[in-house]
């Protein structure tokens, strides 16, 4: 049975809508949930009639999605389906007592204040991230850059895996369209998240399904 390989951040992941997730938007989103309800990647791999093998991550950035690719590029087999979602390229993980911390962007910064214990983060420390993030983070030359090194897993999944597809689409170019429902919308501003409604994802799974079809993503 073939598989479908997804990478990506929070809108791979599900937040909101995965029953793994711990957040307090899935907390009071719960309940809103039917029986046929499910997250876009496991939707698909319906679709395909493939495993699902999902490697989204909340708050992940795009050095940590390239990182979980490759990672796992020998587990991939020729005629499987690789999905891969880049998100904002301004995003980045810091090394914190040996571990990778997400930092986000400088406007998602306060995420690192929260997930870390304060005796592992002084504040000069914190203070250097934010400001490198102010002042470089957004420069074009890092989505360049990126953009490069995503093309060239891409090139090796389809020359020398020989998978049957693999699709990339962009998290900040799909989010600014609006075309999906979101979790805010799905409970009338309720829950005040802009990912994903459970409606989202069976979308998005059609979608992505569309374009496979055309193979035009």
Known sequence: ??????????????????????????????????????????????????????????????????????????????????????????RMDVPIKGEWKSALSHREIRHLKTSINSDDLSQTVYDAVLNFQYFFSNNPLYKTRQDEWFQFLYNRLVDDKKVKQCLIWSVPELVQLGEFNTIRNATNGKVKDGHFSF???LRFSKYIYSKMQKNIL
């Open 1 to 90: 049975m073939r598989t479908l390989w997804t990478f990506g951040d929070s809108f791979t992941f599900g937040h909101g809508c995965n029953d793994k997730c711990t957040s307090d938007t899935y907390d009071e989103y719960k309940s809103y949930k039917k029986s046929e309800d499910d997250i876009w990647s496991n939707h698909l791999g319906k679709i395909l009639n493939c495993n699902v093998k999902n490697f989204g991550k909340n708050g992940a950035s795009n050095d940590y999605i390239l990182n979980s690719i490759i990672q796992n590029y020998n587990s991939i087999q020729k005629n499987d389906y690789v999905v891969i979602g880049k998100t904002f390229p301004v």
């Open 199 to 201: 409606e989202g994802h």
